[in-house]
């Protein structure tokens, strides 16, 4: 049974390409987190904690380290993305109030994507000297994982807080991860962020509708 959660258990070939069972899984459930998310439904966090942790043991057998440990900080906030959407304000199974942060608020989160990135960038390319054991063999393309995880975490720590300008940076993560995965010869992967994209911008134009009556934020929406 464990051999179901390593890259080399193929489930089904498709046009040359061995797609593993932890790759079909972990996508197909990501893809319906994101769904959900866009819809502003609740559900959306149970269904991304099972896709975070297929993710986490993919990433790390393909030496995306940076990505790998991306998941675990997901886990955590999928889990108070759960509980925060069911304190308040649900209706049908969806969130209410969502919208954009403050313009200072916007700007002190692009400084911490910036500094964090280059910290774990630098890290992230000297980890396999620090920690042979754990990390045998240099990360791949060590900055821009980096870049791209930052970058994610700080996305979901708003989308759980609800804030639109979430969507922006999951779109800039998509734009780099299309290529960045397909590189990495995870084209399923990939593809699966070809979807996202799309996904995203959908998402953003919905919560840019639903936020529309309540962009006047007050102090509780602040992160």
């Known amino acids: 049974m464990s051999n179901l959660f390593s890259v080399e258990m193929i489930l089904v070939t498709v046009l040359g390409y061995p797609l593993s069972y932890i790759e079909f899984f972990g996508t197909v ?5 994101v769904y959900l998310v866009a819809k502003r439904h609740v559900l959306t966090w149970p269904v991304g904690i099972v896709s975070v942790l297929l993710f986490m043991v993919l990433f790390y057998q393909i030496r ?3 990505a790998a440990a991306e998941q675990m900080v997901y886990l955590a906030a999928c889990t108070y993305g759960w509980w925060y959407w069911a304190q308040s304000g649900i209706q049908a199974g969806r969130v209410e109030g969502v919208g954009f942060s403050p313009v200072p608020t916007l700007l ?3 400084g911490v994507i910036v500094v964090l990135s280059a910290a774990l960038g630098l890290v992230m390319t000297r980890v396999h000297e620090w920690a042979p054991t754990l990390f045998p063999e240099a ?11 930052v970058t ?3 996305a979901m ?4 807080r609800k804030r639109t300008e979430s969507w922006v ?13 397909f590189v990495k010869g995870v084209a399923f992967v990939s593809l699966l962020y070809v979807v996202l994209l799309g996904l995203a911008t959908l998402g953003l134009l919905a919560w840019l509708k639903a936020g529309r009556p309540s962009h006047r934020l007050t102090s509780e929406y602040v992160s």
Do not use: C, E, H, Q
């Open 139 to 149: 990360a791949a393309f060590p900055l821009i994982d980096a870049a791209t995880t």
């Open 64 to 66: 995306l380290y940076s």
């Open 157 to 160: 720590w708003l989308m759980a």
């Open 108 to 110: 002190k989160w692009l």
């Open 169 to 181: 940076l999951w779109i800039a993560v998509d734009v780099v991860s299309i290529w960045l995965y």
């Open 29 to 33: 459930l990501y893809l319906a987190s």
């Open 152 to 154: 994610s975490l700080v």
